[in-house]
């Protein structure tokens, strides 16, 4: 990680900063900025301290700088001295609750801001009715000494996008406030929208270094597909385009002794079922009758390594780091239930770390495997999708032939696994992380805007 700097306020009216003389390097700076505000001050090399940035409290209110003791980065170009960076993370769902800012998702986001201070970065929690365009403030959100708390501070450097679902996401008045931010203000704004399932699989299919790794997959156009694939496969899986959770998965199994066709998948009541057919048109009309089938996908069946006849899926979280290189942050493997189309824990699904299922020398092979096909899948969709990405989770198979294969990508990774006791530490670093990257991409924005707004 990169050095950063203690900013300390001292009770006067001087519009002097005095800085290490690391930071300063005979450079001439003439401003200090913190997020989108900035002004001229004289800086002067500290005379025995070289872990901070000493401002007084007329600068600490000219650049609405909270009244936090936190280390932070320095960043220097166009001589002036960025302090930050101020990373606002963008959601929706607030309360009046001062407790429990942002409902049941308060957890989370304290948890996501109490990285702070190991990573050298100024983030909180805001949604669009906290912005002040006239004043270029925002009204934002702080976990500051295991408290909740409300700040005005300018724009941030940088945005992470944490909207909770496809409604939000899609809600034109929060389009407008993310297009007007990264148009007119050019601030980078990253991991935008929600993953389609099947426009994910396009992508990647165009990727030729990723397409060994990819199971035919189909968007629901007739029965004909289907029985080609249950000739072909055995089963297959019929997925909503944008589902999550595991809500809406359906497994085909097809008999080819006795022409049987079975459906298994956990009906509204989230019992699990399976269900004998003697055809696919009956197992349509009665499983399928109040659903829409354009909206589904088909996707081919794989038969999965498994843990005491339960088959194994694994989680894998990717990160960029602070110097934008994608990094495996966690990996777990999740074992289905009973009778379970899918591995979620409200099917009865079980966490475990991969150490705990398998012997030694399979563990580190699995492991290895796992990394590899993470880190080519994540630089691969880095170059196919709009946007800046900061993270991604993949749920990957292994078959019984040891083949990797990807199953699905999300943006917003959910966290169940971290229930888990031994992954708490890779909990802690899919957070760090995931503020990290903000460093990296201010000093772009700063460095190198074109790449950024190509």
Known sequence: MRKHYLIEVTQNDQMVVFCPQ??????????????????????????DKNDRIVISKKIQEAIQFPH??????AFIENQILYIGPLVGIFTAGFTSIPQQPVGERTLFFSKLLSVNKPVGALAFVFGEQHIDWEQGTIEGYFFHNQAWTTVEVPFPNVIYDRLPNRKSENN?????????????????????GFFNKLDIYERLQKDPSVTTYLPETHPFTSFSIMETML??????????????????????????????????????GYINRLRKFVSLERLFHSVFAHQSLEKMLVQQGISLLRNEKRSIDFRVHTNKDDYGKWQVSAIAAKIAGHGSVTTHARSGGDIKTIAEIFPKEECDLYTEKLISTALLLSKSLDRNIEGIIGEIGFDLGIDRNGNVWIFEANSKPGRSIFSHP?????????????IAFAIFLTEQALLHPEELFK
Do not use: M
């Open 172 to 192: 034109p008045k929060l389009i407008k406030v993310r297009e007007r931010l990264q148009k007119e203000y050019l601030i980078p704004w990253y991991n935008p």
């Open 422 to 434: 031994e992954l708490k530490e890779v909990d802690f670093l899919t957070r760090k992380l995931s």
């Open 231 to 268: 000739s072909k496969y055995g089963h297959i899986f019929i997925k909503p385009k944008n589902g999550s959770l595991g809500l809406g998965v359906h497994q085909v199994i097809f008999d080819k002794q006795t022409g049987d066709y079975y459906c298994r998948y956990q009906d509204d």
């Open 22 to 47: 690391a930071v300063l390097r005979d450079k001439q700076i003439k401003k200090i900025a913190f997020g989108s505000k900035s002004i001229a001050v004289d800086f002067f090399p500290h005379p």
């Open 68 to 73: 936090f003791t936190i280390p932070l980065h």
